[in-house]
Every structure is written in C-alpha cells, then in structure tokens.
C-alpha cells in the first residue's frame, strides 16, 4: 500500500486537501510506494502565510540564536545522514554511498552558513563628512521560494536554504514530485534543531505550486533548478512579477583530453563523471573531445573500465542505479538509438544491460558512442543518463570551438599535463565551472555554484558570497549625532564636507 506524502506547514506534516496526487516510484523495483500530494493554489497559500507569519520573528531573532540552531541542524545531520541518504536510494535510485556524497555536500553549505555573522558583517566609515559617520548592513528579503529538481533531492535545496535560514529569511520549498520525501525529512530535522514553525515549510506538488510561487505577491526571491526551458520560463515568471530570480538550467558538459594527458586518469575519470548517479548529474560529462589522434586509444580504455561496472539496485553494492524513471528510461534509451541511426559507433550498448535488481526497475546500463559528429541529436540535446559520446577534433582550437559554440555553459573539464594548455584554456572557455584534471568541478560550497548561458538565468550563482547577497538586501545608513556646528538650513545637494 503506498504511503501517502505529504506537505509541511507551519511546523507540521499536513495532508494534501486538493484532491489530486501522483505516484512516487521505487526506482530499482519500479513499484509504487508513495502518493505525493500535489498542492492547490490554497495549500501553496497556507505554506506562503506560514512563511510570512514566521517571518518578522525569525528575521528579529539574534545572529546568536540563529547560529546555535543551524550548528544544532548541521550536527543532527551529520549524526543521522544514513538515514537521509537510504530516502534518497528509496525514491531516486542512485547508490547508497552516491547519496551519501549528495547529502555531505549539502552538508558543506550548512557549515559554510553557520558563519553566518561574518558573512553579513557590514562595513562602516567614520567622519566620512565632517561628523558623519556611514555604515551598511544587509538584511534578509523575507519569504522565499526554493523549487528543485529530481537529481538532488537533499543537495540541491540545501544549495540554498541553509543560507536563506542563516540569513533571515523564512522559506517555502517545492520538491521535486518524482522523489518528495528527503524534504520532509528534512523539514523534521529542522524542528528538532529548534526552528521555529513556520521558517521552512515544504509545498508539495507540480506546475500549479510552482505557478502560485511564481506570482504569489509575499514570496520575494525564487531559487530554481531544473531543466534549460522551465528555468527560462521560472525567471521570465517571476521576474515579471517582481521577484529576485535565480534559475539554473540543463547542461552539455564536455571533457577535452589532449594529447599530452594521462589517458588512464582520463578514462577513471570519464567513467566516473559520465556514469556515476547513471548519469543524471549536472555536471556529468556526456561528451569526451578527444583532440589529436589519441581518439583510438582513448575509447578502448573507456570501454574496457565500463565493461567492469555493474548496474543494479542502489542497495546492494552496485556502481550504477536506475534512472529515475520509465519514461526517462525510454527517452535515454531513444538518444541511443538515434545515435545508432545516425551512425555513430555503439561500444558498450546499455540498452543489452542485465541489472541486479527489480526485472521492473527502470535500467540501462552504461552506454558509450563513438565517431558522435555535433549535428547528432545525441550530442545536441542534453540526455541526463549514462551515455557517454566520444568526438574527435584535430586540434586544441577545434575542441574549444565546440564547448564555446555550445548553448550551454554549466561544466567542463580538460586532462592534460600542460599547465600552460590548462591555463589558457581555462581563460578563453565560456563555461562557470572549469576543472583541469578534475572531472565534475563542483565549486566548494564558500565559493559560488552556476553556469553559463544557458545553463543560468539570472544574476546570481547558487551559495558562497553570490548566495549570501541574494538572500539579502543592502541599505546604507549616513548619521549624524548632534552637533549644533553643523545645523542651519541648506536645500543644495548633500556634498561632502
Ligand atoms: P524539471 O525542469 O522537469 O523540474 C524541475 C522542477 O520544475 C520540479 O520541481 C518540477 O516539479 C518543476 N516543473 C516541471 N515542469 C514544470 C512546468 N511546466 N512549469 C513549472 N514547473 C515545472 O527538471 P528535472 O527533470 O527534475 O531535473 C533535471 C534537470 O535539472 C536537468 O535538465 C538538469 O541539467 C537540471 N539540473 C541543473 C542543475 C544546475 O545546477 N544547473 C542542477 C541539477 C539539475
């Protein structure tokens, strides 16, 4: 009997009133074991005055008392995160240990905002005018929305709302409906680290939550991951409506190897990148450019290191899950075919893949494409699963022709032992997040996580200093104390004395 998911509000579990649900599958069986609510515009405005009530109380509540929740949170976590990361395996399917590293990273961003006092520590000048002192402070923007996508069900939210939190700000966040309950779990640990009711609230649901959120009048910043289309639909949305937007975007993430590189630490590397989480990793690498002739060389050692993987259940010791779905399943499964068609080389067909799991779970194993040319739809579009397209270029110049001619700007890598290679490409490539050697660079969580074109719309990258002055406004305050030297009526423009 599938259990039923629901909404968290006002510091409770509050079951969907709306009427309508979907179901939440186990990935590696591919049975039934939830029913997500999916929210209503009314339910979503429950969450929203939750958010608003909390707010005022939240934001007045002292740097010191803010700091001792979020370390109490921080060490719950770290304390119970098996827990977490078996939620996470339960719904999405990627390993148990995979999980594990999702919600430690997420973790980094809770460590990073427990120093929240220096990090919204304002500057002050005196007798900036002749005894004028100025002085800035930056202050919380309210309720905020946080909308996530399916990848990281713990991660991805915890980009941000550990900063929101930090920072002042009261939260409502919409999950993912394909893997809903890490949030709800979360939002229990909350409470028992002693956030107030109300100051993270979880509205289940779909496009219509999403929509309320969008327009809904009291919510002032939206923070969205998802697909390229929705994340420009989000900003365009929300923006409209007023709203400081951040919207992060799909991804086409190459890896240039060139010929001077350790081709063995390029092959571990590109089997780690393109087939861990099956794949369904931002910052996966989908395309290998191999430069110079070492193309030959470099797929053997690819293909011999995936032939050793095995696909199953996230439970059992496995190196790759299932995918998310059996419609993400077919639409992957579909790349492959067209790439075939198109007449790239299939080396390792994941499609013939024989899982240690479910016979109904939703697999395909690793699958690498040799000779892909840039006009095939499998490297056009962005696949979000475990195929891996080689393509060949001559030359440096050609490799880095394809990354910056690419719609997306998310992440890419380059292996070489060339440090001037490294650092030129490093300068000419129109990409956020570069690693050199290092195949998914996910920046630290005290520097700022975000890509390019489109891969972010918006202004800001996701949490280190760009979080932090996302979740806050600035205001600048000029004083005078009284001096009775400096009264007298004067109707000119202030000017510096
Ligand atoms: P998605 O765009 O389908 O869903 C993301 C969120 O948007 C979910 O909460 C979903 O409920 C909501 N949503 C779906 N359809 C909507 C609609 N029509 N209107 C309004 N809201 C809608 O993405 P996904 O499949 O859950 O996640 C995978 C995508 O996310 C990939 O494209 C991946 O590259 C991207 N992603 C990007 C980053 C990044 O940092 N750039 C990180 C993780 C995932």
Redesign the pocket.
């Known amino acids: 009997m599938p259990t039923s998911i629901p909404h968290w509000i006002d510091g409770a579990r509050r079951e969907g009133t709306s009427g309508r649900t979907t179901p939440v599958t186990d990935s590696a069986t591919g049975e039934v074991t939830g029913e997500v609510a999916l929210a209503s515009v009314e339910e979503v405005d429950a969450a929203v005055a939750a958010a608003s009530a909390a707010f005022p109380g939240w934001r007045d509540t002292s740097l010191t008392k803010r700091t001792a929740v979020l370390f109490r949170f921080r060490e719950l976590l770290n304390a119970r995160k098996p827990e977490l990361a078996a939620i996470i395996t339960a719904e999405h399917g990627k390993v148990l240990d995979d999980a594990l590293g999702e919600v430690s990273r997420g973790q980094e961003v809770v460590e990073y905002a427990c120093g929240v006092p220096s990090l919204v520590r304002g500057g002050f000048t005196e007798n900036a005018s002749t005894s004028v002192d100025v002085h800035s402070v930056r202050q919380p923007l309210g309720p905020v929305a946080i ?6 069900p713990a991660m ?1 939210p915890m980009w941000f709302f550990p900063i929101a939190i930090a920072t002042g700000n009261t939260v409502v966040l ?5 893997d809903p309950s890490a949030a709800l779990w979360i939002a229990e640990l909350w409470k028992e680290a002693g956030l107030p009711d109300g100051v993270f609230n979880v509205a289940q649901g ?2 219509v939550a ?2 309320r959120l969008l327009e809904h009048p009291d919510i002032q910043s939206v923070s ?5 289309a ?2 420009r ?2 900003y365009e949305t929300g923006t409209r409506h007023g709203k400081r937007v951040q919207a ?4 086409k993430n190459h890896m240039i190897v060139l010929p001077d590189a350790d081709l063995d630490l390029a092959a571990d590397q590109a089997i780690n990148s393109g087939f861990g989480s099956a794949g369904e990793r ?1 910052m996966a690498i989908s395309a290998v450019v191999a430069v110079g002739g070492i193309g030959d060389d470099l797929v053997a050692r690819i293909s011999e290191r995936a032939h050793t993987l095995r696909t199953g259940d996230g439970r059992k010791g496995c190196d790759m899950g299932p995918l998310i779905s059996r419609t993400h399943r077919d639409r992957v499964a579909s790349y492959v075919d067209a790439g075939e068609a198109d007449g790239a080389k299939v080396v390792v067909d994941g499609r013939q893949v024989t899982p240690d799991g479910g016979e109904d779970g939703f697999w395909l194993g690793p699958t690498l494409l040799d000779h892909v040319q840039p006009h095939m739809s499998v490297y056009t579009d ?1 696949i ?1 699963g475990p195929v891996l397209s080689v393509l060949r270029a001559d030359t440096y110049e050609e490799a880095l022709a394809l990354v910056n001619g690419n719609e997306y700007g ?1 992440g890419t890598a380059i292996f070489t032992n060339d440090g001037g290679a490294a650092r030129r490409f490093a300068h000419e490539v129109e990409v956020g997040m570069i690693g050199i050697n290092v195949p998914i660079p996910v920046p630290m969580a005290y520097y700022s ?3 390019w074109k489109n ?2 719309f918006g202004d800001s990258h996701a949490h280190g200093a760009e979080g932090v002055h996302f979740f806050t406004r600035g205001k600048v305050i000029t004083s005078r104390w009284l001096d009775p030297s400096h009264g007298g009526l004067n109707l000119g423009f202030p000017q510096n004395a």
């Open positions: 909308i996530s996508p399916f990848n990281f991805v919409k999950p993912s409906e394909q779909d496009k999403v929509d969205f991951v998802g697909s390229t929705i994340a639909y989000v992060l975007g799909g991804a931002c962005e979000f998310n996580f975000g890509g891969s972010l």
